[in-house]
């Protein structure tokens, strides 16, 4: 399962705080996403990078931030601004062109 | 954009029977389209993939098959065993140099021993 990881695995946050949620890759992808999801449900898109220092706003990028200084990493920061942000976060990457995605482990984050 | 949907929600199967699990999608212009398997807890693993210029694609016991015209295309899960219970998501992309995924709701399979 090594190539992508995510850290931490479970994160709690308070009420006003904004957390950080880290990804790293190995793989030299180029793309790489995030994605939340709720229980029992699909996987929504966050936000997306094709490429280094350039990033695009997914479906659902209300409250949510991310930067791409590195090839390797994509962090995502979790603002206070995001009402509802208790799911299970999901990162992954692709290499450029046409293939299918690789995911993170993902972190748990809960609101308390 | 691009819509996906998926059917069954929730499937159950008897050990050794076959599944079948379709989706659907709404943009002609969707060439790739990878089949996820998620277990309880863990992240998804891509299990099989199909690009639009095939019509089938196989791999040991699973195969997918696209029909371009209906815009729809299935996975098929043969002699089923219960470590194939788990949450299967579709999901279809429009790209040529990039991938932005559009991925269905998700089904769960349980099969029973």
């Known amino acids: 399962d090594g190539g992508i990881t995510q850290s931490p695995k479970y994160l709690f946050r308070k009420e006003g705080q904004n957390v950080t949620l880290s990804c790293e890759q190995n793989l030299n992808h180029d793309a790489m996403y995030w994605y939340r999801q709720d229980p029992g449900q699909g996987l929504r898109l966050i936000y997306y990078s094709q490429i280094v220092n350039d990033f695009q706003k997914g479906d659902i990028a209300e409250g949510y931030s991310v930067s791409r200084e590195k090839k390797e990493s994509f962090p995502l920061t979790v603002t206070s601004a995001q009402k509802n942000p208790t799911a299970f976060y999901l990162c992954?990457?692709?290499?450029?062109?046409?293939?299918?995605?690789?995911f993170g482990p993902g972190t748990r984050l809960t609101v308390l | 954009g691009e819509n996906v949907e998926q059917h069954p929600s929730t499937l159950s199967v008897q050990e050794g029977d076959s599944a079948v699990i379709k989706c659907t999608y709404s943009d002609s212009a969707s060439n790739y389209f990878p089949w996820y398997k998620q277990e309880l807890g863990k992240r998804p693993q891509l299990i099989i993939d199909i690009r639009s210029n095939v019509g089938e694609k196989k791999d040991q016991r699973i195969a997918v098959t696209l029909n371009k015209t209906a815009k729809h295309f299935s996975l098929h899960i043969t002699e089923t065993q219960p470590e194939d219970s788990a949450v299967y998501f579709c999901a279809a992309s429009i790209g040529h140099n990039f991938n932005k995924f559009y991925f269905g709701s998700g089904t769960k399979l349980n099969v029973k021993p």
């Open positions: 992954a990457s692709s290499s450029a062109g046409t293939d299918g995605q690789f």
